[in-house]
Every structure is written in structure tokens, then in C-alpha cells.
């Protein structure tokens, strides 16, 4: 395959791009004013909720769809020079999309009953697939997203403490726990009382925030047991066989393969470093001219 060939993996939270053996990966933010971009990726989420209101902090994905084009089209063009070492990009092309069951480190062309939950920022896809091509799925708008709003409803009525969604997913990446959990803990977050209005910090409970998010990750549990109840007999019997694969940043809550796991009585694996299973996946096609045919490659266009 030629040189110019790049991966992406466009998510509501992070921004993926691979090309030969280079990865990028970035929270998907940009910081603009009136006149200027100020920040992009990191750079730009370390500003998030930081900001004077001239500077404008955003997500041009929204629920797993882009809703800023525009912003888009810069950070694109802005991610395409980092990878590349600061270079202006001519033109880029041949993008690939497919599902990440190749980063999972299956062989999807030949392997039956898979069964993909990819549970990303905004949105959690739930996908069956056989010989290379999916026989169904389902996209469900609950995400990490999602349990950060719970965590910060949560921490306010337990603790008169409002916080942004910043704190929100560092408790739920400190201290979030899916299945059993024998030890308590504790973390410090910090934010505003509520009553007196002033800045606060307190100690914020594991117990509290693994009550926060049961119920959207039961949902999303519901949804698999729905896609499995729908499933044809022959491939069941290979997802039984196999297990489901669990990806994306989500499923590195603590122990959620055993709550999947205990509910629906099936084998569940969750990958290695699951944020980054599409764009582990989207390098091995690259490099893989046998899986050549899974790729999907729209028209060239070039962004100023």
C-alpha cells in the first residue's frame, strides 16, 4: 500500500491517527478564539473549564456524530502536521474505517461469531460478525460520557459539592469498580459547596460512584442480551465458544467484565489497552494486504 495511507479513529473523546508506525493520540478538543486556534488535543483540554470567555473550548463530536465540521476540518489538518513533524498537509487521502475487531488481535476473515461491545465516550456499539462482515448491531447512546453526568449529580446530592466533568472522570477512573469490590477507597475532589458558594475539597467515596453508574452500564448490558436473543443459533454457539470482546476507553472501568460476565452467563474478554483497539486494528490493515477488502476508502480531498 502506498505511504500516504492513514488511519483514523474519530471518537467523541479522543482523536486517533496511525500512519506506518506512528500513533496519535489525543483528547479530540480545540480551543478557539474569534481570530485564532489557541489549542488543540491535550494542549486544548487542559484548558477545559479553565478558559476566559473569549476562548471558545469544544468537541466537534457530538454523541458519536461530528456536529462541527468546520472545527473539524482544523483539527484534521492540525493532527495531519503533528504526526508528520510540523509538515503542511498537500492533500490527504485513502482514510480507513472499519470495526476493531482486527485490533482485538482476531482473524476476522475467517473467524464466526464475534461479538464486538465497544463502549466509547458518547456511544456504545454493539456489533455481531462473521467472515469479515457484520450480520448485526446496534448503537446505543450511553458512554463514559454519561457516567461522568451520573458521578457529578451524585457527588452534589451526597456531598453538597458541584464539580465539573474533568474531576468527574478522574473519580471515575480512580476510584470507578463494575463488579466486586472488597476494598473500599477514596479519592479528594475538589469543586464548589454548594451552600457557601466557595471553593471545597472533600473526600469522595468509591461507594458513591460505583452506585452512580450501575444503571447506565445495566442498560448497556440489556442491549447486549437484546442483540444476543436475536442472534442466529449457529453463531451464538461461537460467541459462547469465543466470549465477547469488550473495547474502547469505557471498558477499562475495573472488573466490568465480571459484571458483564455474571449477567449474562457468556465469556467476556476485555482487549489490551481497549481505547486504542480501531487504531491498532486500522495499522494492521494498512499492512496487511489480505485484509485489504475491509478497508473503506472515500475521495480524496484537500483542507487549507
Known amino acids: 500500500m502506498s505511504q500516504n495511507r492513514y488511519g483514523l479513529d474519530i471518537g467523541s473523546s479522543n482523536f486517533k ?20 486556534v489557541v489549542g488543540i488535543g491535550d494542549d486544548a483540554y487542559d484548558m477545559y473549564e479553565k478558559v476566559p470567555e473569549n476562548i471558545d473550548v469544544s468537541f466537534p463530536v457530538k454523541s458519536g ?34 470495526a476493531d475487531a482486527v485490533g482485538a488481535g482476531i482473524d476476522i476473515l475467517n473467524a464466526k461469531g464475534i461479538m464486538m461491545v465497544d463502549i466509547g465516550a458518547e456511544t456504545c456499539e454493539i456489533s455481531v460478525l462473521s467472515m469479515g462482515g457484520i450480520v448485526n448491531s446496534r448503537s446505543v447512546k450511553i458512554g463514559g460520557n454519561k457516567l461522568d453526568e451520573n458521578i457529578i449529580y451524585a457527588v452534589r446530592n451526597e456531598y453538597n459539592l458541584v464539580i465539573g ?39 469522595i467515596s468509591d461507594e458513591i460512584i460505583n452506585d452512580s453508574i450501575k444503571d447506565p452500564l445495566k442498560a448497556i448490558v440489556e442491549e447486549v442480551r437484546a442483540i444476543l436473543e436475536h442472534t442466529p443459533p449457529e453463531l451464538s454457539v461461537d460467541i459462547i465458544k469465543n466470549g465477547i470482546f469488550m473495547t474502547g476507553g469505557t471498558s477499562g472501568i475495573k472488573n466490568i467484565d465480571e459484571m458483564f460476565r455474571r449477567s449474562l452467563n457468556v465469556t467476556v474478554k476485555v482487549v489490551h489497552t481497549p481505547q486504542e483497539s480501531i487504531i491498532r486494528g486500522l495499522m494492521r490493515i494498512m499492512a496487511d494486504s489480505r485484509m485489504s477488502e475491509l478497508a473503506y476508502v472515500p475521495d480524496d480531498r484537500l483542507f487549507e
Request: aromatic residues 8%; contains cysteine.
Open 17 to 36: 491517527m496511525c500512519v506506518r508506525d506512528k500513533v496519535l493520540n489525543e483528547k479530540n478538543m480545540i480551543a478557539v478564539t474569534r481570530k485564532e
Open 65 to 98: 456524530v461530528i456536529a462541527d465540521i468546520y472545527n473539524m476540518q482544523i483539527l484534521l489538518s492540525k493532527f495531519w502536521q503533528k504526526i508528520n513533524g510540523g509538515k503542511k498537509p498537500m492533500g490527504v487521502s485513502d482514510f480507513f474505517i472499519v
Open 165 to 203: 466533568n474533568k474531576t468527574a472522570e478522574r473519580l471515575k477512573i480512580g476510584l470507578a469498580c463494575a463488579g466486586s469490590n472488597f476494598n473500599s477507597r477514596s479519592m479528594t475532589g475538589f469543586g464548589r459547596n454548594v451552600l457557601s458558594g466557595l471553593p471545597v475539597s472533600c473526600q
